[in-house]
């Protein structure tokens, strides 16, 4: 049906928004099935959250776009890939501040092989 008035026009988009869940929102009801990565059965949310972290692995939704991801996921992703990642910030630095020690402890870099050399 399309809406003729502005009234109707209102009603039509309220019972739309109202029908749809927040961006960001995953239903996590988990279905049995076999990882295609390790090959264990998952039979539920914790499982699933255990088989992804133990492999490395992320839920393919978190990786779709604004109405089916994970938008906290999501979020700490970009953060981690832009290098704004508290925790990856402070490993750098930590990096950083131990070569300035060796340098000035002395290090020199190994010189650098031409492409002919062999190793």
Same mark, same amino acid.
């Given at each position: 049906?399309v809406?003729?008035t502005?009234a109707?026009?209102?009603a +039509?988009?309220?019972?739309?928004? &109202?029908? @749809?869940k927040a961006?960001?929102?995953?239903? @996590? &009801?988990?279905q049995?099935?076999?990882?295609?990565? /390790? %090959?264990?059965?998952?039979?539920?949310?914790?499982?699933?959250?255990?088989? +992804?972290?133990r +492999?490395?692995?992320?839920?393919?939704r978190?990786?779709?776009n /604004?109405?089916f991801c994970?938008?906290?996921k999501k979020?700490? @992703?970009?953060?981690?890939?832009?290098? &704004?990642?508290?925790k990856?910030?402070k490993?750098?630095?930590?990096a950083?501040? /131990?070569?300035?020690?060796?340098?000035?402890?002395?290090? &020199?870099?190994?010189?650098?092989?031409?492409? %002919? /050399?062999?190793?």
């Open positions: 049906m809406a003729k502005k109707e026009m209102s +039509n988009m309220r019972d739309i928004l &109202t029908s @749809r961006p960001g929102t995953i239903v @996590r &009801t988990v049995q099935f076999q990882s295609p990565v /390790d %090959g264990s059965v998952i039979r539920n949310k914790a499982e699933l959250d255990a088989h +992804n972290k +492999n490395d692995v992320i839920d393919v978190e990786w779709g /604004d109405s994970d938008l906290d979020k700490e @992703r970009e953060a981690f890939y832009a290098g &704004t990642c508290p990856e910030k490993k750098r630095v930590a950083i501040k /131990d070569s300035i020690q060796k340098l000035e402890q002395g290090y &020199t870099p190994p010189p650098l092989q031409k492409e %002919g /050399d062999m190793p």
